[in-house]
């Protein structure tokens, strides 16, 4: 009997601090007030001019690596999501591949957007129970949309951050840890409403399409605000279901981090403490398909977490796309 256990963690973020009063000077105007008090987001990191997707990767991934203790020659498949890739093609997981030295390690990106780590995180998962010749999975969520932001644009350039998070998935026959259960549901037709509509074959890059900022990142339509609470409350209780538990014994939950408010019901909807919900988007901004991996590390940082813990990843992004999976730890 094959299942997946997560053994190690990684996260990295730039070093560059953007705080909430850079953007009040950048616009004419106080959104440090409304940041704070809507979305609890305090400031947030962006890459240099020099840094990309894949440097963000590499390093999160070289920690995950280190504190799994194993060589990078070991890993058998790298998986990384992220819709900021470091180029059209060839994959950013074939870049980072490289720089690791994991010469054995099949890759391939995904991509769904900000649900990508949770969706990346089932299908590695998958890759180990069903093929023997998969045992150590690196996945990471990486994100640098900083890079494609029009900074006139006060809907999008406030909360959008960059860094990135990793997990070792290794093989056990130990059916009391590890992964218990995932969903992926999609509604393609909110595919129009956010997005980068510039660059790919629909529209290709040109002067019209720069001129009209298509080939930076925009809300074309406001989002129902009842739709993630609900969907990822939902999405909670399936695993439940699924795991014969309960939502009192999920230690923590890991969801996307763009809006604590959402976050807030949710666990309100599951009739749950909020300290539940683990968050860092107040330092860190919304890191799109890192935020739950960079979640995730920096609870085991700090112990929050710990061996037979249940937790529960429910990640959600533009398509729309959701994700969810159970593991205990």
């Given amino acids: 009997m094959r299942n997946a256990i997560i053994v190690s963690t990684g996260a990295y973020a730039p070093e560059q601090i953007i705080s909430n009063q850079y953007f009040n000077e950048l616009l004419g105007q106080d959104v440090d007030t409304w940041l704070r008090e809507n979305v609890h987001i305090y400031e947030r990191r962006w890459c240099s001019d020099q840094e990309s997707t894949a440097d963000l990767a590499e390093a999160a991934a070289k920690q995950a690596i280190e504190r799994a203790a194993i060589k990078a020659e070991e890993i058998d498949l790298i998986i990384i999501s992220t819709d900021t890739p470091e180029y059209i093609s060839p994959s950013t997981a074939s870049v980072v591949q490289h720089r690791l030295g994991a010469k054995n390690a099949g890759t391939f990106d995904i991509n769904t957007a900000c649900a990508g780590f949770v969706t990346a995180l089932d299908i590695g998962t998958k890759y180990i129970k069903s093929d023997e010749q998969y045992n150590t999975v690196l996945v990471i969520g990486a994100y640098a949309m900083s890079k494609f932001l029009n900074k006139e644009d006060k809907k999008t350039v406030t909360l959008f951050a960059d860094g990135a998070g ?49 080939h930076h990142l925009k809300f074309i339509h406001k989002f129902p605000k009842e739709l993630n609470p609900t969907y990822w409350s939902n999405m909670a209780k399936t695993l439940n279901r699924k795991t014969n538990t309960s939502p009192a014994d999920v230690s923590k939950y890991f969801i996307t981090q763009i809006n604590i408010n959402s976050i807030w019901e949710t666990l309100d909807l599951l009739n749950v403490p909020r300290e539940k919900g683990h968050t860092i988007m107040h330092y860190y901004g919304y890191t799109g398909s890192a935020c739950i991996p960079m979640a995730f590390n920096d609870a085991m940082e700090k112990q929050v977490v710990k061996t037979g813990d249940l937790v529960f990843f429910i990640g959600s992004g533009g398509g729309l796309t959701f994700a969810s999976a159970a593991f205990r730890l």
């Fill in 166 to 214: 990793a997990v070792i998935l290794k093989n056990t026959s130990n059916t009391n840890q590890g992964f218990l259960a995932s969903e992926l549901i999609s509604r393609g037709e909110y595919a129009g409403w956010m997005g980068i509509y510039g660059g790919g074959t629909h529209q290709p890059i040109n002067d019209e399409v720069i001129k009209n900022h298509d």
